[in-house]
């Protein structure tokens, strides 16, 4: 009876793992490897090695107090400040005033790291993700933050160049994509990429893939560069690692900006501060943080410091105020950038989310107040 009801067990457990294997494989939301010449690059990169993409220095996943494990373990404790209590205040994007903006640079946040840009009349959108959940299913993982005024596709105008950091589910949306591609010219992303975008039904010819240090000057009036970042990659739970991720240098002929995507703190913000910097504006990973990886994402107080390190003059914490990924409350990366900032005399600004900040309207009140008194801090 008892071995009759463990081969019941067991098969119930294959059958699962069989259909859980075919559905990941199947659906379309988790991606695709790359094939052919694509794959040849992958193999042929600096930074590819023993069947992975590798960080420039030892990168553990988990801290050396803890492990994966026991940190999972303390997400499934609620805590009531890791979400809002009310929705929070956002203004409403004003596309046609945001084209007008064609001299120097322009920008709006739409919450975590979705930006768009505007460098010279040239419009970049950066990891954007507009969907209800960072998940690869619309039934389950963590919802949104509710706003006064939710962002989509259709609020967006004709896109130049949409550049992606890496393919985790909260930079790289399967549904963002289907309902964005369309209007968007180039898509610049990471060397593995390129194949989730094409089995989207992003055309091939539209999209440039990049190793780091790799640049770009194909678009009229910009330098475009992929950098190195301290982070991992995969969309299926067994694909770790098999596409790269990094971050973003862009540069017109009088304005530099940096776009951090997703790192833990390393010597790279040196190197690409040596390189290319100083930086007008970095904007910088600044929460869903935990003392449980601390080599894969920053502290506030390291992302200040890498701002520095990158020779910035203008900092933007991104990467917090949408989605509860981690375990501090929803204010805590802000609050403690700001005292970081203060502490350093490093320039922050916290903008609404929607609401369309001009380059120069900053550098032209440098001097005159303190940036945290003209751009208000979320409600």
Same mark, same amino acid.
């Given at each position: ?5 463990l081969q019941i067990i067991s098969g119930f457990l294959l059958l699962l793992i069989t259909f859980i294997l075919l559905y990941v494989n199947l659906a379309p939301q988790f ?145 963002? *994509? ?15 990429v390129a194949a989730h975008l094409i089995r989207w039904g992003v055309p091939e010819s539209k999209i440039t893939e990049f190793d780091w240090w790799d640049e770009n000057s194909? *678009? ?102 949408k989605f509860n990924l981690s375990l501090h409350s929803w204010t805590e990366p802000i609050e403690r950038a700001k005292k970081e900032a203060e502490k350093l005399s490093v ?33």
């Open positions: 009876m008892i071995k009759m009801i991606g695709a490897r790359s094939k052919g010449e694509r794959l040849e690059r992958i193999c042929n990169s600096p930074n590819y090695r023993e069947g992975k993409f590798q960080n420039l220095i030892p990168t553990p996943m988990a801290g050396e107090n803890t492990s994966m494990l026991k940190n999972g373990l303390k997400f499934i404790k609620s805590s009531s400040d890791r979400t809002p209590s009310s929705p929070i205040e956002t203004i409403p994007f004003e596309m046609n005033g945001f084209l007008k903006s064609s001299e120097g640079i322009a920008f709006s946040w739409f919450g975590h790291s979705s930006l768009i840009l505007n460098m010279n009349g040239k419009i970049i959108l950066t990891d954007p993700v507009f969907s209800e959940k960072a998940s690869p299913f619309s039934f389950m993982g963590l919802k949104r933050f509710d706003y006064t005024n939710q962002f989509s596709a259709k609020d967006l105008p004709p896109v130049d160049l949409l550049i992606i950091s890496h393919d985790h589910y909260d930079h790289l949306d399967y549904k963002t *994509i289907i309902q964005l591609h369309k209007k968007v010219d180039k898509f610049y992303v990471p060397l593995g194909k *678009i009229p009036g910009l330098r475009i560069v992929f950098t190195p970042a301290r982070h991992f990659s995969g969309r299926k739970g067994f694909d770790k690692d098999y596409t790269l991720w990094g971050s973003w240098v862009l540069k017109s002929e009088k304005h530099s900006v940096y776009y951090n995507g997703d790192s833990g703190y390393g010597q790279h913000f040196k190197l690409i501060g040596e390189k290319f910097g100083p930086f007008d504006l970095t904007f910088m990973e600044c929460g869903q943080y935990n003392e449980g990886w601390p080599y894969i994402h920053m502290m506030p107080e390291q992302s200040v410091q890498a701002h520095i390190d990158l020779k910035g003059k203008i900092m933007m914490p991104i990467h917090w105020g320039e922050l600004i916290l903008p609404k989310p929607g609401e369309i900040i001009e380059l120069a309207n900053l550098i032209q009140n440098e001097d005159s107040k303190d940036k945290s008194e003209e751009i208000v801090l979320l409600k």
